[in-house]
T-cell receptor, first 112, second 110 residues
């Protein structure tokens, strides 16, 4: 059974650019959540999508956006990149059970 | 405002001894708690969970204790093994949203 796949694994962008990250959930999982991990802040919740609708949103600026497609794949977009956006971005898909979250290996974004 | 707090950034424990990782939360509406383990270059993996209606849940070497009145939970690992060296995240869940703490890095010493 394939796990959660995130692409790309690594990304280097310059300030001001925009970036799109992709997440393919486990087959059958309809919920996809995104998290940002930084050394000082741990895992911070960005947003959650379920059946193509954003169901929950964390406290991030509007530069961070996402969407989910009909096949449950999700993308996250960050516009006007800032140095502080450098982080590991993790995607998790869920069965709907509270302990059913499975994380991908993440996309390491470096903004220079 | 940090709703889930792990106040110890790191912890070192001798192999074979008990590891105790602590977590505090502020929101009394949380009704489900989880622990995740994370190795470098990998995503977090689910370890163990507990519902707010319980005060203890055990799974092999891992036991989670919940003290609702103190808004405190702890993860006990006994005996600790070298493969337990990782970052452990405490998380709380409510309404399909999971809030994580900042993590505690556990070092198991030989």
């Amino acid at each position: 059974k394939a796990g959660v796949t995130q692409t790309p694994r690594y990304l280097i962008k310059t300030r001001g650019q925009q970036v799109t990250l992709s997440c393919s959930p486990i087959s059958g999982h309809r919920s996809v959540s995104w998290y940002q991990q930084t050394p000082g802040q741990g895992l911070q919740f960005l947003f959650e999508y379920f059946s193509e609708t954003q169901r929950n949103k964390g406290n991030f600026p509007g530069r961070f956006s996402g969407r989910q497609f009909s096949n449950s794949r999700s993308e996250m977009n960050v516009s006007t990149l800032e140095l502080g956006d450098s982080a590991l971005y993790l995607c998790a898909s869920s069965t709907g059970r509270r302990d059913g979250y499975t994380f991908g290996s993440g996309t390491r974004l470096t903004v220079v | 405002d940090q709703q889930v707090k792990q106040n110890s950034p790191s912890l070192s424990v001798q192999e074979g001894r008990i590891s105790i990782l602590n977590c505090d939360y502020t929101n009394s509406m949380f009704d489900y708690f989880l622990w995740y383990k994370k190795y470098p270059a990998e995503g977090p993996t689910f370890l163990i969970s507990i519902s707010s209606i319980k005060d203890k849940n055990e799974d092999g070497r891992f036991t989670v204790f919940l003290n609702k009145s103190a808004k405190h939970l702890s993860l006990h690992i006994v005996p600790s093994q070298p493969g337990d060296s990782a970052v452990y995240f405490c998380a709380a869940n409510r309404d399909d949203k999971i809030i994580f703490g900042k993590g505690t890095r556990l070092h198991i010493l030989p």
